[in-house]
T-cell receptor
């Protein structure tokens, strides 16, 4: 079945450093979504990418969707303590199934 | 607009028992998906219901089942509970392939 792999599983950074998490799907996706889950909270939607090669920015966050629509990345520039949490990618296949990656847990040391 | 509501928030059950969790989606959302979250395993897809029909299913044993009612509310049932079923169970509602809105989850502990 469809699998979505995400690396790394954990990332510890010093405040001000950059952070990147990568997502790979075993199948071509119709779109990909990114979510953030704060400690003790539930996943909250960040963004959706639909087009091949699409790049979107939200302040210090940059999201990319690969040309083959099978991989994606989230890059955070100059991390802040408010960025702490687990970041998940989630791929939509043609059947409407939303499959999540394992998530990358980001900790930021002030 | 009210968000996704899951009840109960916390539950403690004994091995071998069964449990039913409830999810009320956002008004107008006909798709409800259920996920199991455990440390290090991310969000494992259980199943998705759309207009009272199971549209997609994950790789969980038959002890995990669900249903959806005509008002889009959904229930998830786990029979013959095992220690490994201890997890946070999240439901999410959405329309089409758009963003998923998650509830706060039900924290199930099996002892």
């Amino acid at each position: 079945g469809q699998q979505v792999m995400q690396i790394p599983q954990y990332q510890h950074v010093q405040e001000g450093e950059d952070f990147t998490t990568y997502c790979n799907s075993s199948t071509t996706l119709s779109n990909i979504q990114w979510y953030k889950q704060r400690p003790g909270g539930h996943p909250v939607f960040l963004i959706q990418l639909v087009k091949s090669g699409e790049v979107k920015k939200q302040k210090r966050l940059t999201f990319q969707f690969g040309e083959a629509k099978k991989n994606s990345s989230l890059h955070i520039t100059a991390t802040q303590t408010t960025d702490v949490g687990t970041y998940f990618c989630a791929g939509n296949n043609q059947g409407g199934k939303l499959i999540f990656g394992q998530g990358t847990e980001l900790s930021v040391k002030p | 607009k009210a968000g996704v509501t899951q009840t109960p928030r916390y539950l403690i059950k004994t091995r071998g028992q069964q449990v039913t969790l409830s999810c009320s989606p956002i008004s107008g959302h006909r798709s409800v998906s259920w996920y199991q979250q455990t440390p290090g395993q991310g969000l494992q897809f259980l199943f998705e219901y759309f207009s009272e029909t199971q549209r997609n299913k994950g790789n969980f044993p038959g002890r995990f089942s669900g249903r959806q009612f005509s008002n889009s509310r959904s229930e998830m049932n786990v029979s013959t509970l095992e220690l490994g079923d201890s997890a946070l169970y999240l439901c999410a509602s959405r329309t089409g392939d758009t963003e998923a809105f998650f509830g706060q989850g039900t924290r199930l502990t099996v002892v």
